[in-house]
């Protein structure tokens, strides 16, 4: 027979309970390995934590668990913490927990268990799921990834949907640790001149390798008072702007009638103006070097634009 508790402790845990929360609730061990057995309506998730309902389990769940197993005061962050914050984490395989720094606990199965002394002093929750604060996780989601392309990619996602800011990511790269964090901080420094993208970091690289002059990344155009546009490259001195078009930013026809419109008005004043994909950036490097070089040559044999360019705030 059940403890009379365990319901509102269940319901409280999306149905993921602890071995030591069961014994302190009067369930004995033999109670407890007659739910777990092959064939029983329990099922093991980690060493002592257990789903109390059949079928697979949730993202919620694995995280309840990853608490659980973790110990109190354990707060989630990396990746899972991300997807709190809506944004896209490169990989939710792996949840990442904190725990305080002399706890001994080993990783497992699906979370990887991070020791530190720098605890947040700010915790967030969902229901009974506690995470970092949204600059904490981008951090310290940023040490953990082998690819520059996905540190940028979290990066700019965090400071296009206004998340966090540069300033908080910074002083995180300031107050963490060093070890693995040359991709953090390289991104940083790019996000800071502009790059608001992966495939903005992308087109930087190859600007970079072709010894281009390097362009203003999301400057902001003016025609007099006029608002042009804020096109993802600009140099001013050819007048020519780069637009790196993704699909995932232009899924409805009213999006794809502002690009064009935006396109339009941008020719109509003079302006050279190139869109490239984010597959062509990886795919097709020569041809887009080509295309901006032979833009940039044939703008400076043009009288200058009289377009007012203001640089991407730092």
């Given amino acids: 027979m059940a403890p009379k508790a365990l319901p509102d402790l269940l319901a409280k845990q999306l149905n993921v309970v602890a071995r030591r929360q069961l014994l302190n609730l009067g369930m004995t061990d033999r109670m407890l390995h007659t739910r777990v057995r092959q064939g029983g309506q329990w099922q093991v998730l980690l060493p002592g934590v257990y ?40 990989s939710l395989a792996v949840i990442h927990v904190l725990v305080p720094a002399c706890r001994r606990r080993r990783s497992i199965s699906f979370v ?45 996602d965090a400071v296009q949907l206004r998340r966090c800011t540069l300033r908080q990511l910074a002083d995180e790269l300031t107050s963490g640790q060093v070890r693995n964090s040359a991709r953090f901080r390289s991104v940083l420094t790019e996000v800071g001149e502009g790059i608001r993208s992966a495939a903005e970091g992308d087109l930087r690289d190859l600007i970079t390798r072709a010894r281009l002059p390097m362009p203003l990344f999301n400057p902001s155009l003016y ?11 600009w140099w001013p001195d050819a007048g020519v702007a780069v637009e790196v078009d ?17 396109h339009n008005l941008m020719e109509k004043l003079g302006m050279g103006v190139l869109h490239f994909t984010p597959r062509q950036l990886r ?32």
């Fill in 246 to 262: 993704s699909r995932a930013w232009h899924l409805s026809p009213e999006a794809w009638e502002h690009t064009i419109a935006r």
């Fill in 112 to 156: 990887q268990v991070q020791r530190t002394v720098r605890l947040p002093d700010r915790i967030m929750s969902s229901g009974p799921i506690r995470f970092v604060p949204v600059a904490r996780a981008v951090a310290d989601t940023a040490r953990q990834l082998d690819s520059l392309r996905d540190v940028r990619g979290v990066i700019a």
């Fill in 51 to 90: 789903l109390t309902i059949t079928g697979a389990p949730t993202l919620n769940q694995k995280e309840m668990a990853a608490q659980l197993y973790a110990g109190p005061g354990s707060v989630i962050t990396g990746p899972m913490a991300l997807f709190h914050y809506s944004i896209r984490p490169p």
């Fill in 283 to 314: 795919e097709e490097p020569p041809l887009v070097i080509d295309r901006i070089r032979g833009a940039l040559e044939k703008g400076r044999l043009r009288p200058p634009l009289s377009i007012r360019t203001f640089p991407c705030p730092r």
């Fill in 223 to 233: 025609d007099g008072d006029t608002f042009i546009a804020k096109p993802d490259a």
